[in-house]
């Protein structure tokens, strides 16, 4: 049985072809009989109407549903490139999709002395071209910007810093009749009406009804989604970037120059 909040691709496959009136009678889940609207092609719907609701809580909020472990690597000296996890990389990481932060950490010993490192616009490439360095009161120069499947740092870090990077994971498609979706609290309906949707057009059946029935739940996700800490909402961040003089620089950051403007 799965958990609350979760189906199984089964469960979403029946749930789906009841809510668009195409459930054969004695129907069971497979991976290969043929309907109207066949199992593989019921599957894929799901999948896509699946990811659409990742998108949908991935790009719209910053609540952090879905968040891989914490990657570290440490860094070589010579590279500024250094590839995103694949899902074979780095001891079989989830495989990349969106980054929500990376940071630095100032004790490599330790666990506990980690500073944010900001991103740089490609215009500012060349900014923060002096050698890398860092300081133990939180000031470093070090940048980063994705570029393709690589983390591009500037200026080229010096060997032996170690870097956490906290990222949201590609979406695993359902493929197995067992495979868990996670809905997360009952969304997903979102994934049952977006499939059925599908297979009504297939049919050239009035979509009306679902329709609307999408916008509800859409409207119900963001109404609802983005508040997931109930007694700590969400604030502007202080991110302590200030230096002694005011510049933006000091604390948890520094500027382009080592700390000083």
């Known amino acids: 049985m799965a958990e609350t909040g979760t189906m199984t691709l089964s469960d979403l496959m029946i749930a789906t072809r009841q809510r668009a009136d195409q459930l054969p009678s004695g129907y069971v889940p497979s991976t290969s009989n043929i309907y109207f609207v066949s199992d593989p092609e019921l599957i894929s719907y799901i999948n896509q109407s699946y990811f659409e609701l990742y998108d949908l809580l991935v790009q719209k909020y910053g609540n952090d549903y879905f968040v891989a472990p914490a990657l570290s690597f440490s860094t ?85 810093q170690v870097i956490r990077m ?26 049952i009406i977006d499939a059925a949707l599908k297979m009504m057009q297939k049919q050239e059946s009035d979509i009306s009804v679902l329709a609307a029935q999408k916008v509800a739940i859409i409207q119900r996700i963001e109404a609802a989604a983005e508040n997931r800490d109930q007694g700590n909402p969400q604030t502007v961040s202080d991110t302590q970037s200030q230096n002694w003089f005011g510049s933006d620089s000091g604390w948890g950051y520094g500027s382009g120059n080592g700390g000083f403007k």
Do not use: H
């Open 76 to 160: 070589d000296g010579q590279s500024f490139l250094y590839p995103l996890p694949d899902g074979t990389l780095y001891s079989g990481a989830p495989a990349f999709y969106k980054v929500l932060g990376l940071d630095l950490n100032l004790n490599p010993i330790g666990n506990d002395s980690f500073i944010t490192i900001p991103p740089f616009m490609f215009a500012e490439r060349n900014r923060y071209s002096v050698p890398n360095m860092q300081a133990f009161y939180g000031l470093t120069n070090l940048r980063y910007r994705l570029q393709a499947n690589n983390v591009w740092f500037t200026p080229t870090p010096a060997a032996g």
């Open 166 to 191: 906290w990222y949201v994971p590609r979406l695993t498609q359902l493929v197995n009749l067992v495979d868990i979706c996670d809905g997360v609290s009952g969304w997903t309906e979102y994934i």
